[in-house]
């Protein structure tokens, strides 16, 4: 399984974007997905997560209210619907999957994507 992550772009403060993250191979049983992400000169950061059927989803603090994660086993993506960006949203956008749910920390993610930017602009 390999995962693709792209939707990135340049945005104003204020707008929306969406994520995509897709997988070949087939995501539908098997993997758990969480975005990270990360600004220059800063850890990579765990954004939110989904379990592998939906039921679980899980916000991280600084995007609570402003990010929706979804999945689409069916399509082998996973998306995070973004709105209300603020300019400390500008990081690159990495999605990751573990037969784990949960863990919520780089370490606990064997398989990651190539990420995507994502510019907010003041």
């Known amino acids: 399984v390999q995962l693709q992550a792209f939707g990135g772009g340049l945005v104003q403060t204020g707008g929306s974007l969406k994520l995509s993250c897709a997988a070949s191979g087939g995501i539908s049983s098997s993997y758990n997905i969480a975005w990270f992400r990360q600004a220059p000169g800063k850890e990579r950061e765990f954004v939110a997560d989904i379990s592998w059927n939906g039921y679980m989803r899980y916000y991280g603090d600084s995007v609570k209210g402003r990010f929706t994660i979804s999945r689409d086993n069916a399509k082998n993506t996973v998306y995070l619907q973004m709105t209300n960006l603020k300019p400390e949203d500008t990081a690159t956008y990495y999605c990751?999957?573990?037969?784990?749910?949960?863990?919520?920390?780089?370490?606990?993610?064997?398989?990651w994507g190539q990420g995507t930017q994502v510019t907010v602009s003041s």
């Open positions: 990751a999957g573990s037969s784990v749910y949960g863990a919520r920390i780089p370490q606990g993610y064997g398989l």
